[in-house]
């Protein structure tokens, strides 16, 4: 898990979520799962709006990020790689999530600025 600090696409204020990651080369990978349910989580709209105004903590390390979302195609692909790549019950979670919604799960690269 990492801390993910956004600023609010309403409120301009700061807000920190814990986020399951996987690593991509030199960036992460964060998926806007919200536990299936039928709409994004707040923080994917937070980083729709201020995608360079992001910041992560990963062990104690404070990170600002550029967030870039992948279109569909290839966050189909890069959702694979999170599966083929996380733990088992990390991949039982995902791929249970996916199955509770009919909207496409977004799948947003975290690189760091």
């Not at 309403?10 to 992460?28: F, S």
């Amino acid at each position: 898990m990492l801390a993910l600090t956004t600023i609010g696409a309403k409120t301009g204020l700061e807000r920190t979520n814990p986020v399951g990651y996987g690593v991509d080369g030199d960036g992460w990978l964060i998926t806007a799962s919200a536990a299936g349910a039928k709409n994004h989580p707040a923080w994917y709209y937070n980083l729709a709006a201020h995608p360079d105004r992001a910041v992560i903590e990963i062990g104690g390390e404070r990170i600002p990020v550029t967030a870039t979302q992948y279109e569909p195609e290839e966050a189909e692909r890069k959702f694979q790689e999170v599966i083929r790549t996380s733990s088992r019950m990390a991949r039982r979670t995902l791929l249970g999530y996916r199955a509770a919604t009919d909207r496409v799960i977004p799948i947003i690269r975290l690189t760091r600025r």
